[in-house]
């Protein structure tokens, strides 16, 4: 697999980027198949909502994200119904003139 190459474009120049966003309602199950999801539609981004994930429960990523991704996790410390979001994007962040776009 190829790494994409870091590449920051120009101001004048175009940027098309991939995004989802994805009410899971409980992320803990749904890894294998988010992990198809963004890899399959080529995502730059997917943003996930309603994960139930608590503050340190990082395990999920490990099957969700490819190995080329990073996350962000914000869980919320407070209020019932305030459930956590979470972020999924290439470590390197997307590139202006990818041959996918």
Known sequence: MLKRAVRVPPASEELNLRMALINVRSLANKTFELNDFFTTCELDFMFLTETWLTVGDNVPFSELLPPDC????????????QPPHVTAMPEEGPVAGDPRR
């Open 70 to 81: 990073d996350f962000l996790n914000s869980p919320r410390t407070t209020g019932k119904h």
